[in-house]
Every structure is written in structure tokens, then in C-alpha cells.
């Protein structure tokens, strides 16, 4: 039995410092490919509106997979990489949602070509800017809601996004979804090593299956790894997903006031948008430093405590080097002309002042915007993120009476059963070492379908730590589903199938499983051992 345990133990580690290996590559090129970003503006180049241009010619009449209309896209077994899926909370709100809905169908409507299915999730970031993915699917952060004054502002805000999605310019962005994974990469490799640290194989009559028994000290670092892996989620999550090259960026700028222009927006609510995202970047570049150096020492510590010594000078390497790589790149992005708000700024309204003269008279609506935002359901959602984001900060800090003071603040009758609250409410249970208030937290959460990729980590390493392996199965299929992705949860899911009995399905997820690169020498390792 010990020599079984030791042979999975170190298959699984290695594969850690193959995975942290791996990270360290991307992020050690991470600055060359930023500055590759860099390019001419276009704004000059033609005469007239941009959206009459010829070159966008073929997009108008482009026919593939985000064709369509309706407004509804599903990832249900789309099969993504980790990488490519959503890390945020969806924020359920259901007039918030119809509004942001209708300043969408608002601005598309002005799109002249071939019609293509883009949708709307307002989620729980507290960054600035929205961001799109490839499948047409537009994340547009509350904390940009919470720093807006008109229906204006959005409108350009989701204008510029629909324009990124109407110009596939996904197919261009391959540069950036690698430089994407050093946000998420280090607490994945904590929980992988955490919960390999914790499985053994053992005997049951003529059988062997997967036993998962993890310690408090596991626990206890999967923790600490999700606390601050959230928390720069919630501030970062935009810095990769909107690194377009300037050509794509200048592109978007132009369609989308294009867009808003016939939507019948004021061209002046661009120079408002630009000066908040300048205000946010120079705030968040402080913010993210401060939540690296406190993820450093909580994942530093964890490795130490889980008896992984052996790979601390490599991640000790890993986390001085490629961090640091990762937080410059950053902030280098964020220094290069194509990204200052205040250029950009001065390009659009020298378009403005040569295509859209008689429009420059519009005034800004801020009336139909703070009609919404008084809505007593609207405002205390709007009001309970905020909050919710502070306890977080709070919980980071050590300071656990305040942040379970803001987060009890945050607990309205809108939002109480929201993922993201019951997520600051669960980790300051954990904080005070209840793990029993805990669990009942994540049991009050309504829609798990808007919960993060994080928080179904949590919830699935702490059902099979109680044992509840029907449930923890549920769970992963749900996350299955929900992100379309069956990976980042392969190895629990196999577990919990051994676990009920089912020893052919296990081995059959395993199987599987072996097709991921990621996750394939693990896999491998643990079927040649039940089989």
C-alpha cells in the first residue's frame, strides 16, 4: 500500500512541476508577445464612416458558427481548454439584465450585415471594462456598472465589445489566451497537488479504487490558494481578455461609435468611458501588486505545508520569476501608446469631428441610467457587490470581523443567494474554522449554474472530504455543463465514481481523461493502478 501511495504521489508531483514548468514558459515570453501588440493607428486611413469601409465587406457577409440571432449561447459540450473558460460569477439580476439586453439589440440593429448571435452576462469583476470571448459572449463587469453615469457609456462600452465579436477578431487572439493562464495557473497546481497528496488506492474485496481522505493542512492551503486567486480575479480578469493588437482595438473603436452614433448616442460619452478606463488602470496596477506578493506567500506557505519540498526552489524560481514577468507585462501593456485612454481619446474625436458633426451636439443621457440604478433591487445589487468585494479585500488583509461585517452588509434580499456572496461568506466560515457554517452557505446558493470555476472547486473538495460522493458526481456534471469543460474536474470526478461503486465508470473517465495533455501521465498513473 505505502508503495502504491508513493508511486501516485510522485507521478502526480511531477506532473505539478511539469504544469508550473510550463507556466513559467509562457510567462517568461509573456513581455516579448506584449510588445508585439503594438502597431499604427488607422483612424486616418479612409474617408467617411468606418462601417461603409469595403474591407468589411466580408464580415457582412460572413456565415459561421456565431451566425445567428436569439441572444442565447450555450458551452455545453463545446469541450474548452481551462483556459478558455469563465472565471467570473454570473450576477443574476433580472432587470439589470433586460436593460443591458435592450442597449445591445439597440446597437446591433445598426450592424448592415449578416446577423450574429452575441449575448449579454453581467458578472461580478470590479474592473472597468467588458470583454469578449470567441462564442459571442459579452462579460460586462458590475464593477463598470457601479462607475458609469449613462446609458451612453454602456452603450459604447458594448458597442466596442459586439465590434471585437462582429470582426472575429477571436481569430487573432491566440497570443492572448496564452498569456492568460499565469491568472489561474498557480492555485490549480495547489489543489492538484493537495488533492493528490490526500488520495490513496486501497483495497475493497478483489477491487482497488481511488480514496480521497483529505487532511485539515490540505484543506486548509486549497483554501488559502482560492481566497487570493479570487480576489485578483475579480480586479485582473480584463487585463488579458481585452489585449487586443491596436489594429483590433483601433477596428472596434471605430464600428462600435459607428454603432452607437446610429443607435442615437452622444459622441461625448466616449471621452467620459476613456477617462474612467484610465482612472481604473492606474488603480488597478497598484491593486494587482499587492494581491501577487500576498498570493505568493499563501501558495509559498501551502507548498511548505503539504510536504512538497521537493519543488520548493523550482516554485520559489517560478513565483520570483514569472510573476514578477507576468505583473511587468502588465504593466507595460498598460504603458504602451495603443492602450493610453488619452490617445485613444484623441483619435476618436478627430473621427468624430470629420464624419459626425451634426452628432457632436448630442448631449449625454444620464436620466434613463439613474431611473434604473434607483430601482430598489437594481441598487442593492449594485450596492451588495461592492460591499462583497470590500469583505473580500478585508478577508485578505487578516481583518475576519470586518469582512464578515461587510459581507453580512451584503446579504440583501436581491442577493442573498448569490454565488459570489455566499463565497466571501463561506471562506470567513473556513477563516474561523467552522467548517459546518461553511457547507451551509454554499447549500443557500440558488443558481450554481452563475457560480465560478473556483467556488465548484470548493464546494467539490469539501463534499468528497464529508464523503458525499453522489453529490460531489452532481456537482462536477454540473460544471461539466456549465463551462464545457470536462478536464478540470476529470481526476475528482473519477474519484467520486470509484467511490460509488462504479469502478468501469472510473476507468472510463480516466480513459478520457488521457486525451487531455494537461492531465494525461495522472490519469494514465491511476487507471493502470484500479484497473
Given at each position: 500500500m505505502q508503495t502504491n501511495y508513493q508511486l501516485l504521489k510522485s507521478t502526480l508531483m511531477a506532473c505539478v512541476v511539469l504544469s508550473l514548468t510550463a507556466c513559467q514558459s509562457t510567462l517568461e515570453g509573456m513581455s516579448d508577445a506584449v510588445s508585439n501588440l503594438a502597431g499604427d493607428s488607422i483612424h486616418n486611413n479612409f474617408d467617411g464612416k468606418y462601417i461603409s469601409q469595403s474591407k468589411l465587406a466580408e464580415y457582412k457577409t460572413r456565415e459561421d458558427e456565431l451566425s445567428g440571432v436569439g441572444g442565447l449561447i450555450s458551452y455545453s459540450g463545446a469541450d474548452l481548454s481551462p483556459n478558455h473558460i469563465r472565471k467570473t460569477h454570473v450576477v443574476h439580476s433580472p432587470i439589470l439584465q433586460e436593460y443591458v439586453d435592450g442597449i445591445l439589440a439597440k446597437v446591433l440593429a445598426h450592424w448592415d450585415g449578416n446577423p450574429v448571435n452575441v449575448q449579454i452576462q453581467i458578472v461580478h469583476s470590479q474592473s472597468f471594462a467588458p470583454y469578449a470571448d470567441s462564442f459571442g459572449m459579452i462579460r460586462l463587469p458590475i464593477g463598470t456598472l457601479n462607475n458609469v453615469e449613462s446609458e451612453d457609456e454602456i452603450a459604447l462600452l458594448i458597442a466596442h465589445e459586439a465590434s471585437h465579436i462582429l470582426l472575429r477578431h477571436h481569430e487573432r487572439d491566440v497570443v492572448v489566451q496564452e498569456n492568460k493562464e499565469n491568472v489561474n495557473m498557480l492555485a490549480s497546481a495547489i489543489v492538484m497537488a493537495n488533492v493528490a497528496k490526500d488520495t490513496s488506492i486501497v483495497k475493497q474485496g478483489g477491487t482497488r479504487k481511488l480514496q480521497y481522505n483529505p487532511s485539515e493542512q490540505g484543506s486548509e492551503n486549497i483554501s488559502k490558494a482560492m481566497i487570493y486567486n479570487s480576489v485578483i480575479q475579480t480586479i485582473s480578469d480584463s487585463v488579458w481578455s481585452t489585449a487586443w493588437k491596436r489594429t483590433q482595438e483601433d477596428e472596434a473603436d471605430l464600428l462600435g461609435f459607428d454603432l452607437a452614433m446610429a443607435a442615437g448616442y452622444s459622441p461625448r460619452a466616449n471621452s467620459h468611458v476613456l477617462q474612467r478606463l484610465e482612472n481604473y488602470?492606474?488603480?488597478?496596477?497598484?491593486?494587482?501588486?499587492?494581491?501577487?506578493?500576498?498570493?505568493?506567500?499563501?501558495?509559498?506557505?501551502?507548498?511548505?505545508?503539504?510536504?512538497?519540498?521537493?519543488?520548493?526552489?523550482?516554485?520559489?524560481?517560478?513565483?520570483?520569476?514569472?510573476?514578477?514577468?507576468?505583473?511587468?507585462?502588465?504593466?507595460?501593456?498598460?504603458?504602451?501608446?495603443?492602450?493610453?485612454?488619452?490617445?485613444?481619446?484623441?483619435?476618436?474625436?478627430?473621427?468624430?469631428?470629420?464624419?459626425?458633426?451634426?452628432?457632436?451636439?448630442?448631449?449625454?443621457?444620464?436620466?434613463?441610467?439613474?431611473?434604473?440604478?434607483?430601482?430598489?433591487?437594481?441598487?442593492?445589487?449594485?450596492?451588495?457587490?461592492?460591499?462583497?468585494?470590500?469583505?473580500?479585500?478585508?478577508?485578505?488583509?487578516?481583518?475576519?470581523?470586518?469582512?464578515?461585517?461587510?459581507?453580512?452588509?451584503?446579504?440583501?434580499?436581491?442577493?442573498?443567494?448569490?454565488?459570489?456572496?455566499?463565497?466571501?461568506?463561506?471562506?470567513?466560515?473556513?477563516?474561523?474554522?467552522?467548517?459546518?457554517?461553511?457547507?451551509?452557505?454554499?447549500?443557500?446558493?440558488?443558481?450554481?449554474?452563475?457560480?465560478?470555476?473556483?467556488?465548484?472547486?470548493?464546494?467539490?473538495?469539501?463534499?468528497?472530504?464529508?464523503?458525499?460522493?453522489?453529490?460531489?458526481?452532481?456537482?462536477?456534471?454540473?460544471?461539466?455543463?456549465?463551462?464545457?469543460?470536462?478536464?478540470?474536474?476529470?481526476?475528482?470526478?473519477?474519484?467520486?465514481?470509484?467511490?460509488?461503486?462504479?469502478?468501469?465508470?472510473?476507468?472510463?473517465?480516466?480513459?478520457?481523461?488521457?486525451?487531455?495533455?494537461?492531465?494525461?501521465?495522472?490519469?494514465?498513473?491511476?487507471?493502470?493502478?484500479?484497473?
Open positions: 488602470q492606474g488603480k488597478q496596477k497598484g491593486m494587482l501588486s499587492v494581491f501577487w506578493d500576498k498570493k505568493q506567500q499563501a501558495l509559498t506557505a501551502a507548498l511548505s505545508a503539504g510536504d512538497f519540498n521537493s519543488l520548493g526552489k523550482e516554485f520559489d524560481s517560478f513565483l520570483t520569476e514569472g510573476l514578477t514577468k507576468s505583473l511587468g507585462a502588465v504593466s507595460d501593456y498598460f504603458q504602451k501608446r495603443h492602450m493610453a485612454p488619452d490617445i485613444r481619446d484623441g483619435n476618436m474625436k478627430s473621427y468624430a469631428m470629420r464624419v459626425y458633426q451634426p452628432e457632436i451636439r448630442r448631449r449625454v443621457n444620464k436620466k434613463s441610467w439613474r431611473e434604473i440604478k434607483e430601482i430598489t433591487q437594481v441598487d442593492e445589487t449594485l450596492t451588495s457587490y461592492k460591499l462583497a468585494f470590500q469583505a473580500a479585500n478585508a478577508l485578505s488583509e487578516g481583518e475576519t470581523k470586518l469582512a464578515e461585517r461587510l459581507a453580512l452588509r451584503s446579504l440583501t434580499s436581491s442577493t442573498k443567494s448569490h454565488p459570489y456572496m455566499r463565497e466571501i461568506m463561506y471562506d470567513i466560515r473556513m477563516a474561523q474554522g467552522d467548517s459546518n457554517k461553511a457547507m451551509k452557505n454554499l447549500e443557500l446558493i440558488s443558481r450554481w449554474e452563475d457560480a465560478s470555476p473556483d467556488l465548484f472547486e470548493r464546494r467539490i473538495e469539501r463534499l468528497l472530504k464529508m464523503q458525499k460522493f453522489k453529490e460531489a458526481l452532481t456537482a462536477i456534471e454540473l460544471a461539466e455543463q456549465t463551462f464545457g469543460n470536462e478536464s478540470k474536474f476529470i481526476i475528482q470526478k473519477s474519484i467520486a465514481q470509484s467511490n460509488l461503486g462504479s469502478n468501469d465508470k472510473a476507468i472510463a473517465t480516466l480513459e478520457k481523461c488521457e486525451k487531455y495533455s494537461e492531465q494525461k501521465d495522472k490519469c494514465a498513473s491511476l487507471k493502470k493502478r484500479i484497473s
